[in-house]
């Protein structure tokens, strides 16, 4: 069955310093993407970064990177010189194929950043 | 501004007292979905549509309706609301493949007394 799983519930980093956020997942799918999302304590779900299946390298969007290792079924993301409002919950998901329920996402259960000052 | 449009952002209701929550897009998207968000079960798939007049069940539809006149708007309607639906919910939407991202929209948070 697709799952994605997050095993940090919550995690401490120091302001600047670099943070690695854990996902793994599971499909059958040969075509999927799998997308971050951080969700501040005001409620919004902000898009930060995607990895499509297929794609050679791995995703950047300024700080963030995505650390894409298809054979291990990972899906790590980096966020480089941390700032005070990094600190969030972040989500990692997973877009199944158009046939699965329109091609919904599959959520972890998050991981709880916290920055230090 | 490419954006997802949902209101109201907070609602306080009453068991039984039939409420609409709505959402816009105005990206031209195929694809809308309702998703309800709840501590310890994370965010779950509620309706979601393909296109215009197209609408289907996703993993928790009991209780809720939703239309799809329009390709900008997909209301989600709660006919007689009870105090487990009490929570946030986000509509998203995007184009139809499955490699493309969701917009999400801000959140409804909902209580039902």
């Known amino acids: 069955a697709q799952k994605i799983t997050q095993t940090q519930p919550g995690m401490f980093v120091q302001e600047k310093e670099a943070v690695t956020l854990d996902c793994t997942y599971d499909?059958?799918?040969?075509?999927?993407?799998l997308f971050w999302y951080k969700q501040p304590s005001s409620g919004e779900m902000i898009f930060l970064i995607y990895?499509?299946?297929?794609?050679?390298q791995n995703a950047t969007e300024g700080r963030y990177s995505l650390n894409f290792q298809k054979a291990r079924k990972s899906a790590n993301l980096v966020i480089s010189a941390s700032q005070l409002g990094d600190s969030a919950m972040y989500f990692c998901?997973?877009?199944?194929?158009?046939?699965?329920?329109?091609?919904?996402?599959?959520f972890g259960q998050g991981t709880e950043l916290s920055v230090k000052p | 501004e490419a954006q997802v449009t949902q209101n109201p952002r907070y609602l306080i209701t009453v068991t039984g007292k039939k409420l609409t929550v709505t959402c816009s897009q105005n990206m031209n998207h195929e694809y809308m979905s309702w998703y309800r968000q709840d501590p310890g079960l994370g965010l779950r798939q509620i309706y979601y549509?393909?296109?215009?007049?197209?609408?289907d069940k996703g993993d928790v539809p009991e209780g809720y309706k939703v239309s799809r006149k329009e390709k900008r708007n997909f209301p989600l309607i709660l006919e007689s609301p009870s105090p487990n639906q009490t929570s946030l919910y986000f509509c998203?939407?995007?184009?139809?493949?499955?490699?493309?991202?969701?917009?999400f929209g801000s959140g409804t948070q909902l209580s039902v007394l």
């Open positions: 549509s393909m296109n215009v007049e197209v609408t």
């Open positions: 499909t059958s799918d040969p075509s999927y993407g």
């Open positions: 998901a997973m877009r199944e194929a158009p046939s699965r329920q329109g091609g919904k996402l599959i």
């Open positions: 998203a939407s995007s184009v139809r493949q499955s490699n493309e991202k969701l917009f």
């Open positions: 990895q499509g299946s297929y794609d050679q």
